[in-house]
Nanobody, 124 residues
Framework: QVTLVESGGGLVQAGGSLRLSCALS????????MGWFRQAPGKDREIVAA????????YIADSVKGRFTISRDNAKNTVNLQMNSLKPEDTAVYYC?????????????????WGRGTQVTVSS
């Protein structure tokens, strides 16, 4: 059984930075794709970034490109989302997800495992 636990959310002023981490336990992550999604009130869940653990291939959504980066820490079995130049429209609950795949996965429905989410609030 795979368990994902997010950390690092909080309240930040516009222009600030936050770093989210997602710890995967229960399996070796080598054959997994992992992603960060977000969901704002009244909106659909959308992908923010994704990474293929085996190859390190990444995907960044256009809405955050140039501001957010995704990376993995092999020693800690964590995936990190570095968020810079945050805007009020980045406010949402951020979720970590994982699924078995050797390539990057961008689609919400293809992810099998989900964390409980962490709130990110950006004040103007």
């Amino acid at each position: 059984q795979v368990t994902l636990v997010e950390s690092g959310g909080g309240l930040v002023q516009a222009g600030g930075s936050l770093r989210l981490s997602c710890a995967l336990s229960g399996r070796s992550p080598i054959s997994y794709a992992m992603g960060w999604f977000r969901q704002a009130p009244g909106k659909d869940r959308e992908i923010v970034a994704a990474i293929s653990w085996s190859h390190g291939t990444t995907y960044i959504a256009d809405s955050v490109k140039g501001r957010f980066t995704i990376s993995r820490d092999n020693a800690k079995n964590t995936v990190n989302l570095q968020m810079n130049s945050l805007k009020p429209e980045d406010t949402a609950v951020y979720y970590c997800a994982a699924t078995v795949s050797w390539t990057v996965v961008r689609t919400t429905s293809e992810y099998r495992y989900w964390g409980r989410g962490t709130q990110v609030t950006v004040s103007s």
